[in-house]
């Protein structure tokens, strides 16, 4: 499986590839950050943003798109063109039917260092250590791209399983016979 990680910004996109399985050894196979100009109008950083995406996309040709999940903690300003560039990678990834996937930040430090609350260097020495590099990926923010792409490729497949286990109990429980589900839910003393 080939995973394009996206650590989402606005001045800083970040960007990294890796190849393999849960089982496998993974390959690192690219990384970098897609740039825009701080001083530039807002919707031309999107566009420039959008564009880099699609080319980084056409050029890797990843089987999913993982992307960090964002979250507003102090700077709602910030926090805003974040969620704008998170936005545009879903979008290019539904564009070609590929699936996403978003994970926290904690979840994915956790999966490559073993603590929710490592730092960027700690990620940055086990991505290398991981993928057998002689150093992290440079700048930080294509680290945490190539160390979503990590998680994803280790824990998405249990995510993507969990998901479709819970699509198939809510599919079944819509196909039960209206008599079923009021006899089940005078069963455990519930209102149909």
């Given at each position: 499986m080939r995973v394009l990680g996206v650590d989402p910004g606005l001045t800083r996109c970040g960007i990294g590839v890796v190849e393999?399985?849960?089982?496998?050894?993974?390959?690192?196979?690219?990384?970098?950050?897609?740039?825009?100009?701080?001083?530039?109008?807002?919707?031309?950083?999107?566009?420039?943003?959008?564009?880099?995406?699609?080319?980084?996309?056409?050029?890797?040709?990843?089987?999913?798109?993982?992307?960090?999940?964002?979250?507003?903690k102090h700077n709602l300003l910030s926090v805003t063109g974040t969620s704008q560039a998170a936005g545009l990678a879903m979008l290019a990834a539904a564009r070609r039917k590929l699936p996403v996937v978003l994970h926290t930040p904690s979840e994915v430090k956790a999966a490559i260092t073993g603590s929710g609350t490592a730092d960027k260097a700690q990620v940055g020495l086990m991505v290398a250590r991981v993928l057998h590099l002689a150093a992290p990926p440079s700048p930080a923010d294509a680290a945490d791209a190539v160390a979503l792409a990590i998680c994803h490729v280790w824990r998405g497949g249990a995510v993507n399983r969990y998901a479709e286990a819970a699509a198939r109990a809510a599919a079944a429980r819509s196909t039960r016979p209206v008599g079923a589900r009021v006899a089940r839910s005078r069963q455990i003393g519930r209102p149909a």
């Open positions: 393999g399985s849960p089982e496998h050894r993974l390959s690192f196979v690219a990384a970098g950050v897609v740039r825009t100009a701080p001083d530039a109008a807002h919707e031309l950083r999107l566009l420039q943003i959008a564009e880099g995406l699609e080319e980084w996309i056409e050029r890797y040709r990843p089987d999913a798109i993982a992307v960090e999940r964002v979250f507003a």
